[in-house]
């Protein structure tokens, strides 16, 4: 089982981004897949879910900015950032549980700028 994310960059406060990620090695549409992020010096936390049934969740803190969606023919989930703040900052993470074990993509970095 592999996750690959993808996508991060530099963006000024206020601007979008689009993060990716690919699955490969499970039957990606039965699982539940999430998004989490460590900002520099923090714990690492859940930031977006949403389950094989499509249904969303999000932190607080990015309700209404945020938004998670995933294509299972392409086997991919997606993290659309909008009116990102410098405290969006961090390093974002893909995540499914496999057979009980977290499976973690490899991280792409979104510093945004103020």
């Known amino acids: 089982v592999q996750l690959q994310a993808s996508g991060g960059g530099l963006v000024q406060a206020g601007g979008s981004l689009r993060l990716s990620c690919k699955a490969s090695g499970i039957n990606f549409k039965l699982y539940t897949m999430k998004w989490y992020r460590q900002p520099p010096g923090k714990q690492r936390e859940w930031v977006a879910g949403i389950t094989s049934g499509h249904v969303t969740s999000y932190v607080d803190a990015v309700k209404g900015r945020f938004t998670v969606s995933r294509d299972n023919v392409r086997r991919m989930m997606y993290l659309q950032m909008d009116r990102l703040e410098p405290e969006d900052t961090a390093v974002y993470y893909c995540?499914?549980?496999?057979?009980?074990?977290?499976?973690w993509g490899q991280g792409t970095q979104v510093t945004v700028s103020s």
């Open positions: 995540n499914t549980q496999y057979s009980g074990t977290d499976v």
